[in-house]
C-alpha cells in the first residue's frame, strides 16, 4: 500500500510561487500514476494535474494551464507541483493521490491513495 506525504505548502503572496511535493513510502512508486487535486474550503475537491507513470502523460486543469507544471523524480519517489504566478483562488488544502491503472485521471474515484494534504494559503 502506497503511503503519500505532501510538504512545500505556505503563505505567499499573489503572484508569488511554491513548490509542493508528494513523497511516498513505496518502492514501486515509479509505477504508479501521480496526481495533485486541491480542496478550498466549502467547495469539492477538484483537479489540479496529474503525470504518468513515466512522465509522458501529463494533464492540467484549465485554471491552472499555464502557471503550474508537474513532475516525478522516481529515483526519489517524489512528484513536484511547481505554482507559479499564484492566484487567492488558488488557496486550498493540496492533495496528491496514486493509483496503478488509471483511466480518467482528472477523477478523485480513479485513486485509491491520497495523502493528508498541505495548505496554500495565497494573500491578495
Known amino acids: 500500500q502506497v503511503q503519500l506525504v505532501e510538504s512545500g505548502g505556505g503563505l505567499v503572496q499573489a503572484g508569488g510561487s511554491l513548490r509542493l511535493s508528494c513523497a511516498a513510502s513505496?518502492?514501486?512508486?515509479?509505477?504508479?500514476?501521480i496526481a495533485w487535486f486541491r480542496q478550498a474550503p466549502g467547495k469539492e475537491r477538484e483537479f489540479v494535474a496529474a503525470i504518468g507513470w513515466n512522465g509522458t502523460r501529463i494533464y492540467f486543469a484549465d485554471s491552472v494551464k499555464g502557471r503550474f507544471t508537474i513532475s516525478r523524480d522516481n529515483a526519489k519517489n517524489t512528484v513536484y507541483l511547481q505554482m507559479n504566478s499564484l492566484k487567492p483562488e488558488d488557496t486550498a488544502v493540496y492533495y496528491c493521490?496514486?493509483?496503478?491503472?488509471?483511466?480518467?485521471?482528472?477523477?478523485?474515484?480513479?485513486?485509491?491513495?491520497w495523502g493528508r494534504g498541505t495548505q496554500v494559503t495565497v494573500s491578495s
Open positions: 513505496e518502492s514501486t512508486f515509479s509505477t504508479y500514476a
Open positions: 493521490a496514486a493509483d496503478l491503472v488509471v483511466i480518467k485521471p482528472r477523477q478523485t474515484a480513479s485513486y485509491d491513495y
